[in-house]
């Protein structure tokens, strides 16, 4: 995101730089970043009340973080930016790491796949793979709302991408992770369809996951 805005060099404290976090989780990790490494006024923003005492706890415990990182309550499910961003307010970045799963049965479904290959990575016995994958747990954290939502990734990006139409003008950069290759066309074929005059396709890789960042702007 430092990127994005161009405010990767030297100079990193950039403390008139806001960001929004959508989904901030149990942990905000993304405005944890923003705030600590480059001095960032941060909103995050959750529909669960518990991630967030869990992330007001953090903030609590960390006095760098007080006046810097604020949080927010999404009262309805089927809004994103509606009841965050307030009248008058700016945001220079919107982030955001959707659900990925459209249900829990889905998603437990792949994580057991998931399991199934780090066995056969390791060369494990049939035996043992089936004794780890009986259990339906996950192997990974999150909250419900942060794995899986109605219509799963596809879905929410198109709600995400809809409505931050409506508030271009108070976000220079809405941003999301895309975690499937396949929503990349149809998302940015939205975007541009609403109005955007600018986006960008960021790529990352760690170890053999690809993924990427859509990022798109109307101003």
Avoid at 35 to 52: E, T
Avoid at 160 to 172: F, G, K, P
Wanted: glycine share 10%; proline share 4%; hydrophobic share 35%.
């Amino acid at each position: 995101m430092a990127d994005l805005l161009g405010l990767g060099g030297p100079e990193l404290e950039q403390p008139n730089v806001k960001l929004l976090d959508i989904g901030t989780g149990a942990n905000g990790i993304y405005p944890l970043l923003a705030c600590q490494i480059y001095g960032w006024q941060c909103v995050g923003s959750d529909i669960n009340a518990q991630s967030l005492e869990n992330v007001a706890t953090i903030i609590a415990n960390n006095p760098t973080l007080k006046g810097r990182f604020t949080l927010r309550t999404q009262p309805d499910k089927h809004h994103i930016f509606e009841g965050i961003i307030q009248t008058g307010e700016f945001f220079d970045v919107s982030v955001c790491n959707p659900p990925f799963h459209a249900s829990l049965d889905d998603a437990l479904k792949g994580n057991q796949l998931k399991r199934n290959n780090l066995a056969r990575s390791r060369g494990e016995q049939r035996g043992e793979q089936k004794a780890k994958t009986d259990s339906p747990t996950l192997n990974f954290g999150g909250l419900g709302a942060e794995l899986w939502c109605k219509g799963g990734e596809q879905l929410f990006l198109k709600k995400l991408i809809r409505e931050s139409q409506v508030y271009s003008t108070q976000c220079r950069w809405f941003t999301s992770l895309v975690s499937k290759a396949d929503n990349v066309k149809p998302a940015k074929k939205l975007i541009h369809k609403l109005g955007a005059v600018d986006s960008r396709e960021i790529e990352m890789k760690q170890g053999n996951k690809i993924t990427r960042v859509l990022a798109w702007t109307f101003i």
